[in-house]
T-cell receptor, first 115, second 116 residues
Framework: DAKTTQPPSMDCAEGRAANLPCNHS???????VYWYRQIHSQGPQYIIHGLKNNETNEMASLIITEDRKSSTLILPHATLRDTAVYYCIVIMARAGVTSYGKLTFGQGTILTVHP | DAGVTQSPTHLIKTRGQQVTLRCSPKSGHDTVSWYQQALGQGPQFIFQ???????QRGNFPDRFSGHQFPNYSSELNVNALLLGDSALYLC???????????????FGNGTRLTVT
């Protein structure tokens, strides 16, 4: 699975959009980009994932560049409850595999949302 | 619908002892993975269980072992505890074979193990 690089920390004002970047320059054609977050004292929580198209759900949007070497997670209206560590993970889609038990977490980005 | 549940939430053990941690997967999930998260670090994969067998294993010694029961629940056992085993132990589950190809993992809130 490709390695990812994220900034160690970011700040965001409450109500503003939080844009979290992730570099995955060695990503291959059949690797997906997944985002999880971990709020203090809780387990990681799935946010969103994508292959090459931009994706949106009730939590966030994922923008993947055309060359797929980087992506941005967007929280459109950050709240104090979005303060967490955000992990960008690249996972290879393997034929016959329907669940990815083994995730490789990096250090992630500590997002602090302030009033 | 209960998510992934883990017990106990906190545990204190002495070096050299053995510990068993328990996990019940989310309803409808049959695959369980275990992770170790040291303070300030991202979670590290220990192993994955499916159909009551260990399917994948990370870089952890044999002191770490597991089991999966017919009802899909799982246990993580650690023998001969070391001070360095102090960490948050996370369990994650994922759905049955044949469901969504890209199903994400659902994590519990972990067991905080302190070894003194």
């Amino acid at each position: 699975d490709a390695k990812t690089t994220q900034p160690p920390s970011m700040d965001c004002a409450e109500g503003r959009a939080a844009n979290l970047p992730c570099n995955h320059s060695t990503i291959s054609g059949n690797e997906y980009v997944y985002w999880y977050r971990q709020i203090h004292s809780q387990g990681p929580q799935y946010i969103i994932h994508g292959l090459k198209n931009n994706e949106t759900n009730e939590m966030a949007s994922l923008i993947i560049t055309e060359d797929r070497k980087s992506s941005t997670l967007i929280l459109p209206h950050a709240t104090l409850r979005d303060t967490a560590v955000y992990y960008c993970i690249v996972i290879m889609a393997r034929a016959g595999v329907t669940s990815y038990g083994k995730l490789t977490f990096g250090q992630g980005t500590i997002l602090t949302v302030h009033p | 619908d209960a998510g992934v549940t883990q017990s106990p939430t906190h545990l204190i053990k002495t070096r050299g002892q053995q510990v068993t941690l328990r996990c019940s997967p989310k309803s409808g999930h049959d695959t369980v993975s275990w992770y170790q998260q040291a303070l300030g670090q991202g979670p590290q994969f220990i192993f994955q269980y499916y159909e009551e067998e260990e399917r994948q294993r990370g870089n952890f010694p044999d002191r770490f072992s597991g089991h999966q029961f017919p009802n899909y629940s799982s246990e993580l056992n650690v023998n001969a505890l070391l001070l360095g085993d102090s960490a948050l132990y996370l369990c994650a589950s994922s759905p049955r074979v044949g469901s969504s190809y890209n199903s994400p993992l659902h994590f519990g809130n972990g067991t905080r193990l302190t070894v003194t």
